[in-house]
């Protein structure tokens, strides 16, 4: 100091500390720098200090850091062993009793395969069966579904003639003059109707012409040629040229009552049609209409015409078999 000619402090660590007065400060003072890490070690555990500094190298730091933390990564890896051993144990154990179950279902399915092989034939036959059973079901179906569709249309003519002759106070004849598919080439005249008795006590029976059920496949196969119907050696015939029949043409023909009231036959007409219309199990009443325009008339005619599409709520399939 007295070279540098530079005030030098001695450093003492007491400063800010509170000292008991038994001790001697004289003494204390003469020794103070010498206790600056134990006072600073001290204070540490007193309050945060707000800057620590670590003169240790990282590299030590980073070992001690993983010494510390050794044991439990040890124990992890003992653990992730041990798990892993029971996953396999357990999976070895699910797939031993799998495949002691599938030993004992393949015992049990071996006479059941071969049961199968003997059963696919007749389970095609059966399957053809009740194929060839449905079309013919729906056929004879198909047959009842005219005789209904003309019962309505007659219905609703007489329902019509009615309304028409409260409303005038006079008979007004209504009565269709044709009924036409909407379908080319199909061709909807009756079948022929026998009546057979053996006695005269007996029922009649009702069979359809041969040749109409020719027409429509219903004969098995063979029959109508002379030979015997056997269902238990021949299967019946089905023909799969079908024609769809959808829509109807009503030609109507009525009394003229123009002279009456002028529009007399247009109402007959629109009642008619109201009528067919609200037959909703049997005709589609959003297509079903008046063709055309009625044709006017004069007093002097005696009938009127028209014409009513009808749409089927099913249309038919007709067979057609050569």
Request: with cysteine; aromatic share 8%; net charge negative.
């Amino acid at each position: 100091a007295e070279k540098l000619n530079v005030e030098v402090d001695y450093f003492n660590p007491f400063q800010s500390v509170s000292i008991d007065p038994s001790l001697d400060l004289e003494e204390l003072g003469r020794v103070a720098p010498a206790f600056g890490t134990v006072v600073g070690m001290g204070l540490r555990s007193v309050f945060q200090c707000p800057v620590e500094l670590n003169l240790m190298p990282k590299s030590l730091l980073d070992k001690q850091e993983f010494e510390r933390k050794k044991p439990f990564l040890a124990a992890a890896v003992v653990v992730l062993v041990l798990l892993m051993f029971l996953v396999g144990f357990f999976f070895q154990q699910v797939a031993s009793t799998k495949r002691e179950l599938l030993s004992e279902l393949n015992a049990q399915a071996a006479p059941l395969t071969a049961l199968q092989s003997s059963l696919q034939p007749e389970e095609s036959t059966l399957a053809t069966r009740i194929d060839h059973a449905t079309r013919f079901g729906e056929m004879i179906q198909d047959r009842f579904f005219w005789k209904d569709v003309l019962t309505i249309i007659r219905q609703s003519l007489i329902e019509t003639e009615r309304d028409a002759q409260r409303q005038y106070a006079v008979d007004s004849g209504l009565w269709i003059e044709s009924l036409r598919p909407d379908s080319p080439g199909v061709n909807l005249t009756g079948a022929a109707v026998m009546d057979t008795w053996e006695d005269e006590e007996e029922e009649p029976s009702m069979m359809m012409d041969i040749e109409m059920m020719k027409r429509y496949g219903l004969l098995p196969n063979g029959a109508g040629d002379g030979d015997d119907w056997d269902d238990e050696e021949e299967e019946a015939s089905v023909d799969d040229d079908e024609t769809i029949v959808a829509k109807l043409t009503l030609a109507c023909k009525g009394v003229n009552r123009t002279a009456i009231n002028p529009n007399a036959n247009n109402a007959l007409a629109f009642n008619l049609l109201k009528k067919l219309q609200s037959q909703t199990n049997f005709f589609n009443p959003d297509e079903t209409k008046l063709v055309g325009e009625l044709a006017p008339v004069s007093e002097s005619d005696a009938t009127f015409n028209f014409e009513i599409s009808l749409r089927l709520k099913k249309p038919i399939k007709l067979s057609e078999s050569g």
